[in-house]
């Protein structure tokens, strides 16, 4: 494909039918009401010149570019801010309109250096091609230094280490500062000064030291060179796009990866991508250079023992040998004793192919996903109360929401892309009800502030919710009709938590949320027309994270918040695909599309397929192999594209774990901390290289389409195929195409997706079958997946994981912006500029008392490890509260964190640690793992 | 036994007990039954069943009853 240049019609589109007929230039239109003139003539194939408008921003009408006549009408109005009316005749060419837009683009040269041809935006910039458009052919006012007062002297700011701002190019048009307001919502630009010495400021420092978030909006909405890519400078214009997603968070933007022959020279987002439409973060926009680091492996690796050195060898020596130590061990150990964990960041297609290789080659299932230890409750708990494991909308949707409830979740870091859409809409006037510990950004940024704050005590998540639905119950707020009409299990429920121990007032003391607030809060979402609850592992990584999300449910079902825009129940998923992990078949009790493995007609569609006969028994979770590796029944693991030693709890167990086992295969990019306890080491390739679909927490189907050819030489599906030949198993695909094919045709929710399809369509949401052969926006519409909504008893149940005197203060720990879960992908770009370390926030109560200082080292110590690092005093985590990241491996914040889990899932209770906190003295605080939990401190 | 010493399949088989505490035994009984039998690997089922038959201390009384289900199975 060629370079991609998508149609811009000025202004953003209007809802509404198009019953607004008009005449621009000779050609009838039709547009829905409160269209410009602009976005109009652009339907109708004429393209108004133009500089300030952009259909991404609301017009601002400065430029005055864009005039032209109207018939009727006075003098010549700028065709961006007015709306058409029925009946209007305009005329976009005339010598009027010309000579005027001539005269305009005579002004802004006239303050515009003219060096063209060695400018980085040659060929890419709109001020270029309105010079030509206009017809400009003489500047009567001299140009540059000639022309008299200028801004020519002004310095470029290169800090920021993405892109720069070289304010002599710039002409003012504010499309920067309005894409920061209104796409990205930061408000970090602002125009500064008046008349002639206006210029684009962000905050009146530079761009790297200003409240910037690097998003990229400003520079895709810049018309000029003024704020560009530097990797654009570097390596100049780029000469094709491919279409493709980021590798990133569950948001999954769609991306134009634009192209100079093999060289990606930048992500830009799509406008018809759905879930991003044309938004995107610093990660997906700008950190793409981990894919072409000098660390990444490039040939497969064997050693026989983990002291050895690694050595290098072929693909055919690499698959051989890996294949022939799992037959040895489970020769020797039995079937079971071999198992394989998939990955959240690779395609629907390569774990599919993981999960197969276990449960038809390996024959058992001892499959597990890295979902396992972020959203395997969100997987129980709609499963049981909705009954199917997926969020119930779709990205737009927030737009409808009238109260929008935010729950151990933190959108603007963890989701930026999709924290903006919200964002939009909370300054539209949606009410805001943040329930977290940690005062995230969402409580008060500009121009929002949450109605309320319920800063609740970590692990009281169950107390709260059903504090709330307590006060919908015996307020009389519940929806009545709703849930007589599409739920069952009411009345027990009613009975439940209609008891005095679930009031707002019984559970202040263990929460710490003030009951009048929470009744308040209560009240709020249950009188909305529109209430929706979005969520994180804030909710998941608890001991009670599935009991919190069939509390979520109830409280959904309760209020009739379920089934149509601006309502329901949204898992805001970590990576990528953490939910195409899931519907592939990823859990060790369930085939792909959730079925699971004891129903023998789901199992005999596969054996029928596939010639074998599958295991009907579940098989072990990523904590339950640790745990076998260690008492020795479980031999063999096999990672894809995880690092497992630093992002699993209890960092000593699992590298006991790890070291126990007699062969450990990584799948990775990179040699991980994992990769120090394996025995082979299996190259793996970027997105930018593979070839498939990833399924964003919207359920949006994507395609991810190479860019270049695998670096390694194979991708991921193809080597785990190999393997499973080489055990004897035939398993051979020509491409990912065909395993998306072999998908659809064995689960029914995905029955209708094709490469073929998605590439007509551009994405789909399952479930897409015959009965919704276009995909599937909003879940339970007409009827709950499972029939009727079912209410849950939610027994609110303290954590085991308790502070007391030798380890006073909760550790809670969640990820930033710039960095991404264990940063083996974001430390290998300039992202460190933002966060070059993982910092322990602490009150300064907490920190006085201690006698800790911003910027001091500090050790932090749990039951079962300690680890040091820096401290920075903030106030956004209540007293006995702290808060870190879990970026960096020289941290290793799972150093501390413990393996009480889930009690439905085992989903590891990251959130919540008891930890003390002291000044670091010597080496003796340096990280260290005591091997085993200590009883009784 | 303290709990911190308890296996880890004990623990968690007290994990699931205590979220059904609210319910009488038999019916409490009834979902951990359901809910292993759904979601754990054999080998952690035998490992269970083998903790009770050395004597049950530390598993939760509806947990105990809840092998017993699931053994009768």
Redesign the interface.
């Known amino acids: 494909m060629s370079l991609l240049k998508e149609p811009d019609y000025g202004t953003p589109q209007r809802e509404g039918a198009a019953t607004v007929e008009v005449t621009i230039d000779g050609m009838a239109v039709a547009v829905p009401p409160g269209t410009s003139v602009m976005r109009a003539a652009k339907h109708a194939g004429v393209d108004i010149p133009k500089l300030c408008a952009t259909d991404s921003l609301e017009a601002f009408g400065s430029c005055r570019l864009c005039v032209v006549e109207i018939d009727g009408a006075r003098g010549t109005p700028a065709s961006c801010t007015t709306p058409v009316a029925p009946g209007m005749v305009v005329r976009t060419q005339t010598e009027k309109v010309a000579k005027l837009r001539r005269g305009v683009m005579e002004l802004y040269i006239s303050d515009h250096p003219l060096d063209c041809l060695t400018c980085s935006a040659n060929g890419d910039c709109e001020l270029q091609d309105m010079a030509g458009v206009t017809g400009l052919r003489e500047v009567r006012y001299g140009s540059g230094v000639d022309a008299g007062a200028n801004h020519m002297d002004l310095l470029k700011d290169t800090s920021n280490p993405y892109f720069d701002f070289e304010p002599s190019k710039c002409i003012a048009c504010s499309r920067c500062v309005r894409a920061c307001d209104e796409v990205q919502g930061t408000l970090a630009l602002t125009i500064e000064g008046r008349g002639f010495d206006s210029k684009v400021s962000p905050g009146g420092t530079d761009f790297l030291s200003s409240e910037c978030v690097s998003c990229g909006a400003c520079v895709q909405a810049c018309p000029t060179a003024t704020l560009q890519e530097k990797s654009v400078v570097e390596l100049g214009m780029p000469t094709r796009s491919v279409i493709t997603t980021c590798a990133y968070c569950g948001v999954g933007c769609s991306f134009k990866a634009e192209m100079r022959g093999d060289e990606l020279v930048r992500m830009v987002p799509y406008k018809d991508g759905g879930a991003n439409e044309g938004h995107s973060c610093v990660k997906g926009r700008f950190a793409f250079g981990y894919a072409s680091h000098p660390d990444r492996v490039m040939s497969p690796m064997v050693r026989d023992s983990i002291a050895d050195e690694w050595r290098q060898v072929s693909w055919e020596e690499a698959i051989g040998f890996t294949a022939r130590r799992l037959l040895e061990i489970q020769a020797e150990h039995g079937t079971g004793s071999i198992g394989a964990i998939t990955s959240s960041r690779c395609t629907n297609e390569e774990v599919y192919v993981v999960q197969k290789m276990v449960r038809a080659a390996f024959g058992n299932n001892n499959v597990d996903t890295c979902a396992r230890v972020c959203h395997s409750p969100t997987g129980y708990g709609l499963k049981q109360t909705f009954g199917t494991s997926a969020g119930t909308q779709d990205f737009k949707s927030v737009a409808k929401a009238d109260v929008i409830m935010v729950i151990g979740a933190n959108p603007t870091d963890g989701h930026p892309v999709f924290a903006s859409r919200m964002k939009r809409r909370l300054r539209q006037g949606a009410k805001l009800i943040v329930v977290d510990p940690r005062r995230i950004d969402l409580v008060r940024s500009p121009h929002i502030e949450a109605d309320f704050h319920l800063q609740l005590a970590p692990s009281t998540n169950v107390a709260v919710v059903n504090a709330m639905s307590h006060v919908i119950v015996t307020e009389g707020l519940a929806d009545r009709a709703f849930v007589e009409e599409r739920c069952e299990g009411f009345e027990e429920w009613e009975a439940f938590i209609s008891r005095p121990e679930h009031s707002p007032e019984a559970v202040e003391s263990i929460t710490g949320v003030p009951a009048a607030d929470l009744r308040a809060a209560a009240r709020l979402y249950a009188t909305a027309p529109n209430g929706a609850i979005y969520y994180g592992l804030g909710v998941t990584e608890h001991s009670q994270g599935s009991t919190m999300v069939m509390g979520m449910a109830n409280l959904s079902m309760l209020t009739g918040n379920i089934g149509r825009d601006g309502v329901g129940v949204n898992p805001l998923r970590g990576q990528n695909n953490v939910q195409g992990s899931c519907d592939m078949g990823s859990f060790p009790h369930e085939l792909p599309g959730y079925r699971h493995v004891s129903d023998e007609s789901v199992r005999d569609i596969y054996n029928e397929l596939w010639g074998v006969s599958l295991d009907d028994e579940p098989g072990l979770r990523i904590p339950n192999m640790f745990d076998s590796a260690i008492d020795g029944s479980f031999r063999a693991l096999f990672v894809q594209g995880e690092d497992i030693a630093q992002s699993d709890p209890n960092t000593s167990h699992v590298h006991a774990a790890l070291a126990a086992l007699d062969l450990l295969v990584v799948q990775d990019l990179f040699v991980n901390e994992t990769a120090k306890f394996a025995h082979v080491l299996l190259p793996g390739t970027s997105f930018l290289e593979k070839d498939g679909t990833f399924t964003n927490a919207e359920r949006r189907i994507n395609r991810v389409r190479p860019v270049m050819a695998p670096k390694t030489g194979k991708q991921e599906w193809q080597i785990v195929a190999e393997i499973a030949q080489a055990m004897g198993y035939p398993m051979h695909y020509d491409s990912a195409a065909q395993i998306m094919d072999e998908i659809a045709l064995t689960t029914p929710t995905f029955a209708g997706v094709s490469f073929g399809y998605l590439d007509e369509v551009g994405s789909v949401q399952w479930p897409c079958n015959a009965a919704a052969p276009e995909g599937t926006p909003i879940m339970h519409a007409d009827g709950f997946v499972r029939g009727k909504g079912r209410f849950v008893e939610t027994t609110y149940v303290p954590t085991a994981e308790r502070s007391n005197r030798k380890f006073p203060l909760i550790l809670t720990t969640g990820r930033i912006l710039s960095q991404y879960n264990v940063g083996a992908q974001t430390r290998r770009t300039a992202n460190v500029a933002w966060h070059p370390e993982d910092v322990l926030e602490l009150h300064p109560h907490d920190a006085e008392v201690r006698g800790i200082h911003d910027g001091d080292m500090v050790s932090l110590a749990s039951r079962v490890g300690q680890t040091m690092l820096r401290a920075q005093i903030a106030d956004r985590m209540p007293v006995g509260v702290c808060y870190t990241t879990f970026h960096h491996p020289v941290t290793g914040a799972n150093v501390v964190t413990t393996d009480q889990s889930d009690w439905a899932t085992n989903c590891p209770e990251y959130k919540v640690t008891a930890v003390q906190v002291a000044i670091a003295t010597a080496k003796a605080d340096a990280r260290s793992e005591r091997g085993e939990l200590v009883a009784g401190q | 036994m303290?709990?911190?010493?308890l296996p880890?399949?004990v623990r968690?088989a007290n994990?699931?007990a205590?979220?059904?505490?609210?319910?009488p035994v038999e019916e409490a009984a009834s979902e951990i039954a359901g809910?292993v039998r759904?979601?754990?690997?054999?080998?952690?089922r035998r490992d269970l069943y083998a903790f009770v038959e050395r004597g049950d201390e530390g598993l939760e009384p509806a947990a105990v009853r809840a092998v017993e289900i699931l053994r009768g199975a």
């Open positions: 303290s709990s911190t010493t880890s399949f968690l994990d699931i205590v979220q059904f505490a609210h319910r809910h759904a979601f754990w690997d054999p080998r952690m």
